[in-house]
């Protein structure tokens, strides 16, 4: 009995040491240990009295050294949380508290040796009666914690690693909660200033075959469709199009048939998604909304190319669905809320930080009063703290039971409380090639939960939110050179395009490149962002400068009417439809209006002016090309116009004076015969 007392003694030592452990700082054993940890599977995905737990997952060592007699050890506490507050308050730190060590012979995993850069499996399984929990309703952190002998030979009772995931125990739930998983899928990449994206190599891995965007899809597509809803963002649309056909991805960039096929599946799959999927869709490239609501002089005409190009993708794709903004964390005001419910009252995701007296009793979805009425927001409680280890699909599947659950009782204690469980997805989040492993689909089968879609939660009645926004953002939005130089990019695409004869979707391209120049991302490089919308604008100007009109620099009637050649030249590689407009230095002077005409590419085309002076002798003349609405087109050149005509009294005085000078040449001539008869012919006197 002695000796079992002893054993018994020494498993409590160290089982107190281990709880002590747990607590400490991870970093506790090593300067900074460099292991990472991923849960990869959990069953049971809810607790449940008699229900033995089993957790599985990777361990990576990524320093340059390796660890020995590495162990995996289950961890979970006594006592469940039962509010979110209580989660919240735990991971505030991000050494999120998960118990005490389960150290059970047969309960914890012997990996064995981690040489640098290797990753290992682990496996731990604990029977129910070995967890030591009171076996009360609420969510159970559960995880795994990690520990070994570094390099040096040091080990120490606290982890050098841990991951950390959620394991919720409902047991006489009443009803069950909204709950929905929202998926965005935004465009990573960008334009440059030479039109090409910025990195199409990355793009083309995303979106292929084990690629981030591709592992996102496919586990959105695994969730029933009734539970989820797929956020687009346009210009992921186009990109995706633009490297599956090899467009605007540089002379230096081989995208081979494999990565062509594979994202014109991946475009196909997420079009086909979203169209079952009542889908949310962001304004193209995700604009600075907050930007463009600072400046509203510039604003109106910005916002139409941001809509134009957003409506046109829609339109290629055939997509359908309701439009959202999503201003940055930290980028919500009031007046922006007030902005953006007159442009149509799309829904407006924001944080809890936006909405400080937000209460999640409220629900995910609210109704904000503005002076323009009302605006709903999407909430998106995403937690200020971290929890250890890489998330996963089964880490999420255990959010959004935890969630549920928690939703689930609260309103046991608060009947009048529209408490959800509304999670959107990390768009920056891969959940690696092996997703399905987490059965994320399992957590829509939980007695307490009730699928259903964002507009789902939209159409019902919503709780209206009467706290406090921000009057000032804490973020600094894009400047007014940007917009600015946005601007110019519009107007001078405008102008191109409406003399292009063929236009063919020209502005919509011209409005897609107005909206890539106000996109949110451009913060992190501002000054990377004007040289790209300074470039574009120049690119712009370049072209209209390649069609001129050319005249002689002087002409000369040989009346008071006539006509002189004007000739344009188009050296664009675009038919145009183009005018042209005179003016004159006297404004009494009327000029006929030129028809415009239209001159394929590379040609030049010539036409005959009429013009009629009238009584004038001269005037200038000032010829410039105009669009069919009137707006001129690129340099204008003047010359000089006149007349030779002389007036009538000039030629009636001229006509008289060669009359008289007619007329005196006559007598002159007659003159001089009757004087030469009188001297050659004899009189007859003279014969006798």
Not at 127 to 150: N, R, S
Not at 643 to 661: D, E
């Amino acid at each position: 009995m002695s000796r079992r007392r002893c054993t018994i003694l020494v498993a409590l030592l160290l089982t107190t040491l281990c709880s002590l452990g747990a607590l400490a700082p991870a970093d506790a054993a090593d300067d900074d240990p460099e292991l990472s940890v991923a849960i990869t599977t959990l069953e049971p995905t809810l607790l449940a009295p008699g229900r033995d737990v089993t957790m599985t997952g990777t361990v990576t060592n990524d320093d340059d050294h390796a660890w020995t007699s590495v162990q995996a050890y289950l961890v979970i506490p006594a006592s469940p949380f039962t509010t979110r507050r209580q989660i919240d308050q735990a991971t505030s730190d991000g050494q999120a508290y998960t118990g005490v060590r389960v150290i059970e012979a047969g309960t914890f995993d012997e990996m064995g040796d981690l040489a640098a850069g290797q990753t290992l499996p682990f496996r731990v399984e604990v029977p129910y009666e070995q967890l030591g929990i009171t076996g009360a309703q609420g969510v159970y952190p559960v995880g795994v914690q990690i520990l070994a002998t570094d390099d040096e030979g040091n080990r120490s009772p606290v982890a050098v690693a841990r991951a950390t995931t959620f394991l919720p125990l409902v047991s006489d739930a009443e009803g069950s909660v909204p709950t929905s998983v929202a998926w965005p899928f935004l465009m990573p990449d960008r334009r440059g200033a030479d039109g090409d994206y910025n990195d199409p190599r990355s793009l083309l891995a995303d979106v292929g075959q084990g690629g981030r965007l591709r592992n996102l899809l496919d586990l959105a597509a695994s969730t029933p469709a009734e539970g989820s809803t797929i956020v687009v963002d346009p210009a992921l649309l186009v990109g995706v199009d633009d490297v599956a056909n090899g467009r605007r991805v540089g002379d230096d960039v081989e995208v081979t048939a494999e990565q062509k096929a594979a994202a014109s599946i991946f475009l196909t799959d997420l079009l086909d998604l979203a169209r079952a999927r009542s889908p949310w869709i962001l304004d193209y490239d995700r604009p600075d909304v907050l930007a463009l609501s600072a400046h509203p002089d510039l604003a109106g005409p910005l916002r139409e190319a941001v809509d134009q190009a957003t409506s046109s993708v829609l339109a290629t794709y055939q997509l359908s669905g309701r439009r959202v903004s999503w201003p940055t964390r930290d980028g919500v005001t009031r007046d922006l809320l007030t902005t953006l419910r007159g442009d149509g009252g799309a829904p407006v995701i924001v944080t809890p930080a936006s909405v400080p007296d937000w209460d999640r009793r409220l629900g995910s979805l609210v109704q904000y009063d503005t002076s323009e009425g009302p605006v709903p927001l999407l909430v998106d409680d995403v937690r200020d703290g971290s929890t250890p280890g890489e998330d996963s699909a089964t880490t999420l599947r255990q959010r959004v039971l935890s969630e549920a659950a928690l939703a689930t009782l609260e309103r046991t204690i608060d009947p009048d409380s529209r408490v959800d469980a509304v999670v959107l997805v990390d768009p920056q989040w891969d959940p690696g090639a092996d997703w399905a492993s987490g059965q994320l689909a399992n957590a829509f089968s939980a007695p307490f939960v009730q699928p259903v879609s964002l507009d789902g939660l939209l159409t019902r009645s919503l709780a209206t939110y009467d706290g406090s926004v921000p009057t000032t953002a804490r973020a600094r939005p894009l400047s007014r050179a940007q917009l600015v130089a946005a601007t110019e990019i519009l107007q001078k695409g405008q102008t191109l395009g409406s003399i292009i004869a063929q236009n063919d979707g020209f502005d919509a391209s011209s409005a897609r490149g107005v909206a890539e120049a106000l996109a949110v991302r451009w913060r992190l490089d501002r000054s990377e962002a004007l040289t790209v919308a300074a470039a574009r604008a120049r690119r712009t100007g370049a072209t209209l400068d390649r069609i001129t009109i050319e005249a002689p620099s002087s002409v000369t009637l040989s009346s008071s009417k006539g006509g002189f050649p004007l000739t344009i030249r188009n050296d664009t590689d675009e038919a145009i439809r183009i005018g042209v407009d005179l003016d004159s230095s006297n404004p009494a002077l009327a000029i006929p209006a030129v028809d415009p005409v239209t001159i394929a590419a590379g040609e030049r085309r010539t036409l005959t002016v009429q013009i009629d002076l009238g009584t004038q002798r001269t005037t200038f003349l000032t010829a410039g090309l105009v669009t069919s609405q009137g707006q001129d087109v690129g340099a204008t050149t003047t010359f000089k116009v006149q007349s030779s005509s002389i007036s009538t009294v000039l030629w009636v005085a001229m006509g008289a004076a060669g009359v008289l000078v007619l007329v005196a040449l006559v007598r002159r001539f007659h003159r001089r015969r009757t004087g030469r008869g009188g001297v050659t012919e004899p009189l007859a006197d003279d014969d006798d």
